[in-house]
Protein backbone atom coordinates (compact mmCIF):
# COMPACT_ATOMS: atom_id res chain seq x y z
CA UNK A 1 0.00 0.00 0.00
CA UNK A 2 1.19 3.36 -0.92
CA UNK A 3 2.73 5.50 2.09
CA UNK A 4 0.56 8.71 0.84
CA UNK A 5 -2.55 10.05 0.38
CA UNK A 6 -3.43 12.51 -2.20
CA UNK A 7 -6.80 13.93 -3.64
CA UNK A 8 -7.33 12.83 -7.12
CA UNK A 9 -7.67 15.31 -9.20
CA UNK A 10 -7.49 19.40 -8.91
CA UNK A 11 -8.23 22.03 -11.13
CA UNK A 12 -5.74 25.22 -11.48
CA UNK A 13 -6.14 28.71 -13.54
CA UNK A 14 -3.50 29.06 -16.06
CA UNK A 15 -0.65 31.98 -14.70
CA UNK A 16 -2.10 30.87 -10.74
CA UNK A 17 0.19 28.68 -7.85
CA UNK A 18 -0.54 25.27 -7.99
CA UNK A 19 -0.71 23.86 -4.52
CA UNK A 20 -0.63 20.15 -4.14
CA UNK A 21 -1.15 18.29 -1.09
CA UNK A 22 0.51 15.01 0.04
CA UNK A 23 -0.17 13.31 3.69
CA UNK A 24 2.39 10.85 4.78
CA UNK A 25 1.54 10.60 8.55
CA UNK A 26 3.17 7.79 8.75
CA UNK A 27 6.72 9.08 7.90
CA UNK A 28 9.92 8.17 9.46
CA UNK A 29 12.65 9.65 10.38
CA UNK A 30 15.40 8.53 7.61
CA UNK A 31 12.44 8.67 4.78
CA UNK A 32 13.19 11.46 1.70
CA UNK A 33 9.40 12.83 0.27
CA UNK A 34 9.82 12.98 -3.35
CA UNK A 35 7.44 14.14 -6.57
CA UNK A 36 7.39 13.15 -9.28
CA UNK A 37 4.87 13.98 -12.78
CA UNK A 38 3.59 11.97 -15.11
CA UNK A 39 2.34 13.86 -18.15
CA UNK A 40 -0.16 11.80 -20.97
CA UNK A 41 1.60 8.72 -22.62
CA UNK A 42 5.11 9.55 -21.20
CA UNK A 43 6.90 8.17 -18.46
CA UNK A 44 7.29 9.96 -14.85
CA UNK A 45 9.37 12.78 -14.34
CA UNK A 46 11.52 13.83 -11.07
CA UNK A 47 10.09 17.78 -9.84
CA UNK A 48 12.05 17.90 -6.24
CA UNK A 49 12.84 15.68 -3.12
CA UNK A 50 13.49 17.14 0.32
CA UNK A 51 13.87 15.31 4.03
CA UNK A 52 12.99 18.43 6.44
CA UNK A 53 13.49 21.42 5.02
CA UNK A 54 11.54 23.53 2.57
CA UNK A 55 13.09 22.65 -0.97
CA UNK A 56 12.91 24.79 -4.49
CA UNK A 57 14.66 24.40 -7.33
CA UNK A 58 13.26 25.54 -11.53
CA UNK A 59 10.57 23.59 -11.29
CA UNK A 60 8.79 23.96 -8.08
CA UNK A 61 8.98 24.44 -4.39
CA UNK A 62 8.29 21.51 -1.64
CA UNK A 63 6.69 22.77 1.47
CA UNK A 64 6.93 19.84 4.53
CA UNK A 65 5.64 20.57 7.94
CA UNK A 66 7.32 20.73 10.82
CA UNK A 67 5.96 17.07 11.98
CA UNK A 68 7.14 16.01 8.80
CA UNK A 69 3.42 14.24 8.01
CA UNK A 70 2.37 16.50 5.41
CA UNK A 71 3.71 18.32 2.58
CA UNK A 72 2.82 20.73 -0.55
CA UNK A 73 4.05 20.88 -3.76
CA UNK A 74 3.87 24.36 -5.21
CA UNK A 75 4.08 25.33 -8.69
CA UNK A 76 4.52 29.05 -8.63
CA UNK A 77 2.82 30.07 -12.40
CA UNK A 78 1.18 27.14 -14.17
CA UNK A 79 1.10 26.79 -17.39
CA UNK A 80 -1.33 24.48 -19.70
CA UNK A 81 1.77 22.07 -19.90
CA UNK A 82 1.83 21.26 -16.48
CA UNK A 83 -1.28 19.26 -16.80
CA UNK A 84 -0.18 16.20 -15.77
CA UNK A 85 -0.58 13.12 -12.66
CA UNK A 86 1.61 14.62 -9.76
CA UNK A 87 2.72 11.76 -7.32
CA UNK A 88 3.89 12.23 -3.95
CA UNK A 89 6.25 8.92 -2.90
CA UNK A 90 8.17 8.56 0.42
CA UNK A 91 11.05 6.23 0.68
CA UNK A 92 14.57 5.68 2.24
CA UNK A 93 17.59 6.41 1.39
CA UNK A 94 18.97 2.98 0.19
CA UNK A 95 16.61 1.03 -1.07
CA UNK A 96 15.61 3.39 -4.36
CA UNK A 97 12.51 1.74 -3.60
CA UNK A 98 9.35 3.69 -4.59
CA UNK A 99 5.79 2.73 -3.94
CA UNK A 100 3.54 5.05 -6.51
CA UNK A 101 0.11 6.02 -5.14
CA UNK A 102 -2.63 6.52 -7.82
CA UNK A 103 -1.06 10.78 -7.43
CA UNK A 104 -3.16 13.83 -8.27
CA UNK A 105 -4.50 14.35 -11.70
CA UNK A 106 -4.16 18.40 -12.25
CA UNK A 107 -5.26 20.05 -14.78
CA UNK A 108 -4.22 23.53 -15.48
CA UNK A 109 -7.22 25.78 -17.11
CA UNK A 110 -6.53 28.27 -19.82
CA UNK B 1 21.10 14.57 -21.40
CA UNK B 2 20.18 11.69 -19.85
CA UNK B 3 18.20 9.07 -21.34
CA UNK B 4 16.55 5.56 -20.69
CA UNK B 5 15.36 4.29 -23.73
CA UNK B 6 12.93 1.32 -24.20
CA UNK B 7 12.84 -0.94 -27.07
CA UNK B 8 9.67 -0.49 -27.92
CA UNK B 9 6.33 2.24 -27.75
CA UNK B 10 3.41 -0.51 -28.55
CA UNK B 11 3.95 -4.31 -28.67
CA UNK B 12 1.16 -6.70 -29.55
CA UNK B 13 1.57 -10.08 -28.66
CA UNK B 14 -0.08 -13.43 -28.39
CA UNK B 15 -1.18 -15.02 -25.09
CA UNK B 16 2.04 -18.19 -24.45
CA UNK B 17 4.32 -16.05 -26.52
CA UNK B 18 7.81 -15.40 -24.92
CA UNK B 19 8.06 -11.70 -24.51
CA UNK B 20 11.12 -9.72 -24.25
CA UNK B 21 11.36 -5.70 -22.78
CA UNK B 22 14.41 -4.04 -23.28
CA UNK B 23 15.65 -1.04 -21.58
CA UNK B 24 19.29 0.64 -22.25
CA UNK B 25 20.39 3.60 -19.97
CA UNK B 26 23.44 5.99 -20.67
CA UNK B 27 23.91 7.37 -17.65
CA UNK B 28 26.21 4.61 -16.09
CA UNK B 29 23.75 3.93 -13.47
CA UNK B 30 24.27 1.24 -10.60
CA UNK B 31 20.21 0.40 -10.42
CA UNK B 32 17.58 -0.61 -12.76
CA UNK B 33 13.80 -0.90 -12.26
CA UNK B 34 10.80 -1.97 -13.87
CA UNK B 35 7.29 -1.23 -12.86
CA UNK B 36 3.86 -1.58 -14.42
CA UNK B 37 1.06 0.72 -14.84
CA UNK B 38 -2.61 0.00 -14.89
CA UNK B 39 -5.66 2.91 -14.29
CA UNK B 40 -6.38 3.14 -11.10
CA UNK B 41 -3.61 1.30 -9.50
CA UNK B 42 -0.39 3.96 -10.32
CA UNK B 43 2.88 2.38 -11.04
CA UNK B 44 3.96 -1.43 -9.44
CA UNK B 45 7.96 -2.07 -9.15
CA UNK B 46 7.71 -5.75 -10.71
CA UNK B 47 11.46 -6.06 -10.17
CA UNK B 48 14.55 -4.14 -9.75
CA UNK B 49 18.65 -4.75 -9.84
CA UNK B 50 21.11 -3.41 -8.00
CA UNK B 51 24.40 -4.38 -10.14
CA UNK B 52 25.26 -6.54 -12.96
CA UNK B 53 23.90 -10.31 -12.98
CA UNK B 54 21.62 -9.15 -8.95
CA UNK B 55 18.31 -9.22 -8.94
CA UNK B 56 15.72 -8.50 -6.53
CA UNK B 57 11.76 -9.35 -6.27
CA UNK B 58 9.34 -6.13 -6.33
CA UNK B 59 5.96 -6.70 -5.44
CA UNK B 60 4.20 -7.80 -8.71
CA UNK B 61 7.04 -10.54 -9.77
CA UNK B 62 4.77 -13.54 -10.45
CA UNK B 63 4.66 -14.31 -14.56
CA UNK B 64 7.78 -12.41 -14.64
CA UNK B 65 12.00 -12.70 -14.64
CA UNK B 66 14.72 -9.80 -15.46
CA UNK B 67 17.95 -10.45 -16.91
CA UNK B 68 21.43 -7.74 -16.09
CA UNK B 69 24.00 -8.90 -17.95
CA UNK B 70 25.34 -5.71 -18.95
CA UNK B 71 25.51 -2.53 -16.64
CA UNK B 72 23.39 -0.54 -19.34
CA UNK B 73 20.69 -2.70 -20.07
CA UNK B 74 18.00 -4.46 -17.70
CA UNK B 75 15.40 -7.01 -19.87
CA UNK B 76 12.21 -7.66 -18.57
CA UNK B 77 11.04 -11.57 -19.51
CA UNK B 78 7.19 -12.41 -19.75
CA UNK B 79 8.27 -16.41 -20.05
CA UNK B 80 4.46 -16.85 -21.48
CA UNK B 81 2.37 -14.35 -21.91
CA UNK B 82 -1.36 -13.79 -20.46
CA UNK B 83 -3.93 -11.36 -21.02
CA UNK B 84 -3.75 -9.95 -17.52
CA UNK B 85 -0.41 -8.51 -18.96
CA UNK B 86 -1.51 -6.25 -20.57
CA UNK B 87 -0.33 -3.25 -19.28
CA UNK B 88 2.13 -0.39 -19.68
CA UNK B 89 5.74 -1.33 -19.11
CA UNK B 90 8.39 1.35 -17.28
CA UNK B 91 11.29 1.06 -16.95
CA UNK B 92 14.06 3.46 -14.90
CA UNK B 93 17.44 3.66 -13.30
CA UNK B 94 19.34 5.85 -10.67
CA UNK B 95 22.13 6.13 -9.07
CA UNK B 96 23.06 6.58 -5.28
CA UNK B 97 23.11 10.25 -4.78
CA UNK B 98 24.60 12.39 -1.84
CA UNK B 99 22.97 11.37 1.72
CA UNK B 100 20.91 8.33 0.03
CA UNK B 101 18.74 9.92 -1.69
CA UNK B 102 18.56 9.45 -5.48
CA UNK B 103 16.24 10.51 -8.54
CA UNK B 104 14.66 8.10 -10.34
CA UNK B 105 15.42 8.53 -14.22
CA UNK B 106 12.17 6.53 -16.35
CA UNK B 107 12.04 5.58 -19.87
CA UNK B 108 8.92 6.70 -22.22
CA UNK B 109 7.45 3.39 -21.52
CA UNK B 110 5.83 0.45 -24.15
CA UNK B 111 2.28 -0.33 -24.45
CA UNK B 112 1.66 -4.36 -24.24
CA UNK B 113 -1.24 -5.99 -25.32
CA UNK B 114 -1.53 -9.56 -25.21
CA UNK B 115 -4.22 -10.75 -27.15
Known amino acids: DAKTTQPPSMDCAEGRAANLPCNHSTISGNEYVYWYRQIHSQGPQYIIH???NNETNEMASLIITEDRKSSTLILPHATLRDTAVYYCIVTTSGTYKYIFGTGTRLKVLA | DVKVTQSSRYLVKRTGEKVFLECVQD?????MFWYRQDPGLGLRLIYFSYDVKMKEKGDIPEGYSVSREKKERFSLILESASTNQTSMYLC??????????????FGPGTRLTVL
Open chain 2, 92 to 105: ASTSPGSGGAAEQF
Open chain 2, 27 to 31: MDHEN
Open chain 1, 50 to 52: GLK
